[in-house]
C-alpha cells in the first residue's frame, strides 16, 4: 500500500510517500528504508520502481523530496545544499520511526548519486541507521568538478561563484544555472546522459521538475567529501553500487571511496552509466535487487 504523506522538517513541511507492506498484520511491526533522489530530482524520477521492490521485500519505506524541491515547501526553490539535505533525511527517520508500522530500532538508508553521498555521511555519524545502500554515490566533488571541466573552465568556474557570493551578500540575489544543457552550454551537469536522462524522465514522469539550480548550491557541491567521514560507517553494513562506465561520477572515485571503509561492505558493479540503474532492465533488476537483499540480510531477522 502506497499513501501519501508529509512531515515537517526545520519548521517546513516535506512531501513524501510511505509504502507499507499489504501482507503486514495490525500491530506488527517491520524495519523501514528512508530514501530519498539525487543532485535536483525528485521522487517522481523512478524512486517509486525502487520502493516498490523493498516494499514487497517486506520493508516500510519513506521516499520524500528534499525542502525547496519538488513537493515540499521552502525558499529559495531548487536550493541543494547538502548539511540542509542531511536534515531532511534525519527528520525523516525520527517521523518514520513514530509511525506504528515501523520497527524504530531497525532504519536503513538508501541514496543515489548526490543522496549516495548524502547516505555516506548520514550513516558514519546517526547511529539510528542500522544498514545503508549507496548507489552511484558523489564520493568527492572537488575532484569530480574537476573531472567533470578541462582545467581553465574549471578555474573559470570558481571565479564565477566568488562573484555569485559577492553579489548574493550585497544583494541578496539568487542566481542560478541549468541543471543540465546540450553539450557546449553551461549546466551543472555536464554530461551528454545527464542532458538525456533529465529531459527524458522529465517528459514521461515528472513535469514538476525544474531544470535550474542555484548558484551557491554548486559552491557547496564543491566542498562536499563525503568520502572523508567513509572509514566511521563501520560496523553499519555498507553496500555500494556503481556503474564500471560513470562519467558523472567517475567509477574510480567511488571504488577509491570504498576501498576506505571497513567490513562489513559489499560492492556491486553494474554495467554501463550513472543512470543505467533507474530505468526498467538488467541495471533496475540488478540494483534493486542487490540493495533489497542487503537489507533483508541485515535488517530483517
Not at 58 to 77: C, I, N
Not at 231 to 260: E, H, Q, Y
Amino acid at each position: 500500500m502506497k499513501k501519501d504523506i508529509s512531515f515537517i522538517s526545520e519548521g517546513l513541511k516535506c512531501a513524501g510517500w510511505l509504502f507499507v507492506p499489504d501482507d503486514l498484520l495490525a500491530g506488527k511491526k517491520r524495519p523501514a528504508i528512508v530514501m530519498a533522489h539525487g543532485f535536483s530530482a525528485t521522487k517522481e524520477m523512478y524512486l517509486q520502481f525502487f520502493a516498490e521492490v523493498f516494499c514487497k521485500a517486506g520493508f516500510v519505506v519513506l521516499v520524500f523530496d528534499y525542502r525547496f524541491l519538488g513537493g515540499s515547501e521552502g525558499e529559495p526553490r531548487q536550493q541543494i545544499i547538502p548539511h540542509e539535505q542531511h536534515k531532511d533525511y534525519r527528520n525523516a527517520i525520527s517521523w518514520v520511526q513514530q509511525q506504528p508500522e515501523v520497527d524504530a530500532n531497525q532504519i536503513g538508508v538508501w541514496g543515489s548519486s548526490y543522496s549516495g553521498a548524502h547516505v555516506l555521511h548520514l550513516a558514519a555519524f546517526d547511529k539510528r541507521i542500522k544498514c545503508v545502500v549507496s548507489q552511484v554515490p558523489l564520493t568527492d566533488g572537488f575532484n569530480n568538478g574537476r573531472r567533470l571541466m578541462r582545467a581553465d573552465v574549471f578555474e573559470q568556474f570558481r571565479d564565477v561563484l566568488l562573484a555569485d557570493r559577492a553579489q548574493r551578500y550585497k544583494t541578496g540575489t539568487v542566481n542560478y544555472v541549468d541543471v543540465v544543457a546540450p553539450e557546449g552550454a553551461p549546466s551543472a551537469l555536464p554530461t551528454p546522459d545527464s542532458y538525456q536522462w533529465f529531459l527524458q524522465t522529465h517528459a514521461d514522469l515528472a513535469p514538476a521538475w525544474e531544470n535550474r539550480v542555484s548558484m551557491e548550491s554548486l559552491e557547496y557541491f564543491l566542498e562536499y567529501r563525503p568520502q572523508g567521514s567513509i572509514d566511521l560507517i563501520a560496523p553499519t553494513p555498507l553496500m555500494m553500487i556503481v556503474a564500471s562506465d560513470d562519467r558523472l561520477v567517475p567509477t574510480d572515485l567511488s571504488i577509491a571511496a570504498f576501498s576506505k571503509a571497513h567490513e562489513p561492505k559489499a560492492l556491486t558493479i553494474l554495467p554501463g552509466g550513472h543512470f543505467g540503474a533507474y530505468n526498467a532492465g538488467p541495471g533496475f533488476d540488478q540494483a534493486s535487487s542487490a540493495a533489497a537483499g542487503w537489507f533483508k540480510k541485515h535488517l530483517l531477522y
